[in-house]
């Protein structure tokens, strides 16, 4: 789930909808910034791992940068 809204609000969303629960967010629930800072190889592991399995990821407060990266980034795990 990629929103523009406050973490707090995206992750009661995600919760709500079985994207992630409570003890995933904290492994599987960033900000746009958060995950910017991670660096691209961690960010590759943790969009791979999400790709591979069931469940998913919340990015909250995200700018249309993070968006393109994000894209990019998912882009080059299935070519």
């Given at each position: ?22 003890e995933e ?21 943790i969009l ?32």
């Amino acid at each position: 789930m990629i929103t523009g809204d406050i973490k707090e609000t995206a992750q009661a969303i995600g919760k709500e909808i079985g994207i992630l629960n409570e003890e995933e967010f904290e492994t599987k629930s960033f900000t746009g910034a958060e995950f910017d800072k991670l660096g691209e190889e961690k960010q590759k592991k943790i969009l791979s791992d999400a790709v591979s399995s069931i469940g998913g990821l919340i990015f909250a407060r995200t700018e249309p940068k993070h968006k393109r990266a994000l894209v990019k980034l998912l882009s080059g795990l299935v070519n």
